[in-house]
C-alpha cells in the first residue's frame, strides 16, 4: 500500500518519511511509456521558453519522447502538479525539498550517503576561518539557465529567504548569526555566539536549494512580500542552475529536458546522458511496479514486495545491494515510550521489551528482508555514522532477540505473572499498554503487531493502535501514548547522529505532557545526556567520538526507545533494459544509491548509458 509522506517540522532539522497494466516497450523503442495516471489527462502546460529550439530536435512539449533518451522514474511524485514554487511548501518533482535536489535548483555541495561527505557542486571549498564563521568558496563558472551569473548574492538572498520566512530552511537561523558576501564568489556564514552549532549550519550547504535573486526579488515585490502571496506563484518556469529544465508536464507527467548549456559540463567533465527525465505519475505502488517490471520505469523510487522475484523472472533488476538487505540503511523507524506510564517507567521492563522483539521477523515479513541484521545504537549501522562511536564500548550493553534473558531479566526485578500469564511489578500489571501508528502505513503496522506478538512471550500485554495519521500525529506531539512509532531524525546529512539523539534524547524546551513537544516524545529526562547533546556540536575527532560513545552508552542502558527496522533514505532500484551502469556496490565509483536525482547521486546521470 503506498505510504502518503508524512513531515514533521523539528526545531532543528526537517526531515521526510518517504515510501514512499501496460504493455513493456523494452529495448530502445522509440515509444514513451503508456502512463497509468493518478487522474484523467487534461491539457499540458509549458513554460515561455519550453517551446524547443533546433538543438532540441523535433520533440514538442508533450509529445512523445525517444526512449532511448529519456530516463523514465517513479514514486516521486503521487498527485498532478500543483507548482513548482520551492517556496510553496509543497512543489511538484523535480521542486521537492531533500528528494530531488540538483536536477533544477542546485545545493552549494553535495551529500554522499555511502561515506557522509560533501562533494563540490556550486560550492568549492568550506571551511571554519573561526570558532563561529564557515566560510564557503563558490564556483566562478556557475551560471542560471537564463545565462545571468550564480553570485555570492544569490546565496546570501536565498539563505535570508529563510530569516524573512517561515519557510523550509528557517529552523537554521537558530544558530546563524549572518550570512554575508565575501566578495563575488564566496559567503561568510556566522553563528550566533550564545547558540552556535557546527553540524548544522554545515549541513545548510548541503541541503538549502539556490534561488536566483533577480528572478525571486520580482516575486517578492510582486506579492509585496507577503508569504501566502508568494505560494501562490506558479514558477512554471524554474530558473535554476542545474542540467535540466522544465519541458512539460500534466496530471500524467512531468518531463525536464536537459540544458545543453549547463554550467557543470567543466565540473562533471560531460553533459548527462539523459536528454529528457519523465516522471510518469502512477495511481499506486502497483501500477508503478508492473510499469517498471515490464521496462517502463528506468528508476523506481517505491516500496516494491520481495523485489529480488524480478529478477527471478528474468526482468533485467537491481539494487544497490545484490543480496539482503539490498538497500543501505538511512533511517531508523522506531518506537519511544511514555516515561511517565507505571511499569514503561522502569528501564529493565523497556529493555525486557526490547530483547524480546523478533527483529528478524519485522524484517522478513513488514520489510521484504530490507531491514539487515540489528544492532541497537544512536548511529545507522553503516561506515558513515558508526565511524562516530567505539564500537567494541558499546557490545556489552547491546540487546539482541533473546526470549529466555528478557524473561530472566523481568523474573530479577521480580515481575512475577499473574493467572492470565502476564506480569505484575509492585502492583502495577504490565498491561494492556496500546501501541500507535498511523492507520494503512502497511510496513509500520505489520512491525508493531510484532511487537505486540513478541512482548506477549515475556508476559507484557501490548496491543495494537493504528488511527488517522493526524490522530498519531496529535497524539506524538501531546504525549498522549503509552507505546507510539516515528522516524527520529532520518536521512543522511552532516547533522547526524546528532540530530537523532537529539530528537530521541534532549529535554531541554521539551513542554510536558498534555502540551505540543517536537521532538523527545517520551519526556525522557537525564542531565548528562542534556549535556553531551549540547556540546557535541563544537567537539571533533576523538573528543566527539568520546561524546557520542558515552550517550550511546546512556541510551542502551535507560531504553528510551528501541529501534525496530534500518529502512533506506531512498528505494532505489534500477531496470537496465534502456539504460545501464547505474551505480552498484562494489563497482568502484563511490555513486551513492540516491536515485540519480539528489544530492552525490546524481553522479549516476553521467555514468549510465545506452
Known amino acids: 500500500m503506498k505510504r502518503k509522506p508524512i513531515g514533521l517540522l523539528l526545531v532543528f532539522a526537517l526531515f521526510a518519511s518517504l515510501l514512499a497494466a501496460c504493455s513493456g516497450s523494452g529495448g530502445n523503442s522509440e515509444s514513451s511509456p503508456s502512463p497509468s495516471p493518478s487522474q484523467s489527462a487534461s491539457e499540458g502546460s509549458e513554460s515561455p521558453s519550453s517551446s524547443p529550439s533546433a538543438s532540441e530536435g523535433t520533440v514538442e512539449p508533450g509529445g512523445e519522447t525517444p526512449r532511448n533518451e529519456t530516463l523514465y522514474i517513479n514514486g516521486l511524485q503521487w498527485g498532478a502538479p500543483t507548482n513548482f514554487n520551492l517556496l510553496s511548501g509543497n512543489p511538484a518533482f523535480p521542486i521537492n525539498y531533500g528528494n ?102 554545515t549541513e545548510s550547504i548541503e541541503i538549502i536549494p539556490m534561488l536566483p535573486k533577480h528572478i525571486w526579488e520580482a516575486i517578492e515585490t510582486k506579492a509585496n512580500n507577503d508569504l501566502a502571496a508568494i505560494r501562490q506563484e506558479m514558477n512554471a518556469d524554474p530558473v535554476g542552475t542545474g542540467p535540466y529544465k522544465l519541458f512539460f508536464y500534466n496530471d500524467q507527467k512531468i518531463t525536464l529536458i536537459r540544458d545543453d548549456n549547463y554550467w557543470g559540463q567543466a565540473l562533471f567533465g560531460k553533459l548527462p546522458a539523459p536528454k529528457y527525465i519523465t516522471h510518469v505519475i502512477y495511481k499506486d505502488n502497483a501500477a508503478g511496479d508492473l510499469a517498471f517490471k515490464n521496462n517502463q520505469v528506468d528508476v523506481s523510487q517505491q516500496f516494491t514486495p520481495q523485489v529480488w522475484k524480478m529478477w527471478e523472472d528474468g526482468a533485467p533488476v537491481k539494487t544497490y545491494l545484490s543480496e539482503a538487505p539490498y538497500y543501505l540503511p538511512g533511517s531508523m523507524p522506531s518506537i519511544f515510550f511514555n516515561m511517565s506510564k507505571p511499569g514503561l517507567d522502569n528501564a529493565d521492563v523497556r529493555r525486557a521489551i526490547a530483547m524480546a522483539i523478533d527483529y528478524k521477523k519485522i524484517s522478513e515479513l513488514a520489510m521484504s528482508g530490507y531491514s539487515g541484521d540489528m544492532k541497537p545504537s544512536l548511529t545507522l549501522d553503516t561506515p558513515a555514522e558508526a565511524q562516530y562511536v567505539d564500537q567494541d564500548a558499546i557490545k556489552s550493553l547491546q540487546w539482541t532477540t533473546d526470549i529466555e534473558a528478557a524473561n530472566a531479566l523481568l523474573d530479577s526485578i521480580g515481575a512475577k505473572k499473574g493467572s492470565d500469564g502476564i506480569r505484575v511489578l509492585n502492583g502495577q500489571r504490565l498491561g494492556p499498554f496500546n501501541i500507535e501508528c498511523p492507520y494503512g502505513w502497511s510496513d509500520w503496522n505489520a512491525a508493531l503487531e510484532i511487537v505486540a506478538q513478541s512482548a506477549k512471550a515475556i508476559g507484557i500485554e501490548i496491543r495494537t493502535s493504528f488511527p488517522e495519521a493526524p490522530v498519531w500525529t496529535n497524539d506524538l506531539q501531546t504525549g498522549k501514548f503509552d507505546i507510539i512509532m516515528n522516524t527520529p531524525a532520518g536521512n543522511v546529512t552532516p547533522a547526524n547522529p546528532w540530530s537523532r539523539a537529539r530528537t530521541i534524547m534532549y529535554s531541554k524546551g521539551v513542554a510536558p505532557i498534555g502540551e505540543m513537544a517536537f521532538w523527545n516524545w517520551g519526556r525522557y529526562q537525564n542531565d548528562r545526556a542534556d549535556e553531551i547533546i549540547d556540546q557535541i556540536p563544537l567537539a571533533s575527532g576523538d573528543e566527539a567520538k568520546s561524546l557520542y560513545t558515552e550517550l550511546t552508552k546512556i541510551w542502551l542502558t535507560d531504553v528510551p526507545s528501541i529501534p525496530l527496522m534500518y529502512r533506506p533514505w531512498v528505494f532505489y532500484t534500477v531496470n537496465e533494459s534502456v539504460w545501464k551502469g547505474f551505480p552498484v556496490d562494489g563497482d568502484g565509483s563511490n555513486n551513492p544509491p540516491q536515485i540519480a536525482m539528489d544530492g552525490a547521486g546524481i553522479k549516476a546521470l553521467y555514468q549510465i548509458h545506452n
Not at 148 to 164: C, N, W
Open 100 to 201: 530531488s535536489r540538483e536536477l533544477v535548483y542546485e545545493t552549494l555541495f553535495m551529500i554522499n550517503m555511502i561515506d557522509g561527505n560533501l562533494e563540490p557542486l556550486l560550492g568549492t571549498e568550506y571551511s571554519w576561518t573561526d570558532d563561529l564563521t564557515l566560510h564557503v568558496g563558490l564556483n566562478p563558472a556557475a551560471k542560471w539557465s537564463d545565462g545571468q551569473p550564480f553570485t555570492s548574492d544569490d546565496v546570501v538572498y536565498t539563505y535570508k529567504l529563510g530569516q524573512k520566512y517561515d519557510i523550509n530552511w528557517t529552523s537554521y537561523w537558530d544558530y546563524i548569526e549572518d550570512v554575508t558576501a565575501d566578495g563575488p564568489n564566496a559567503v561568510n556564514i556566522k553563528m550566533k555566539s550564545d547558540n552556535p552549532n557546527k553540524l548544522t549550519v
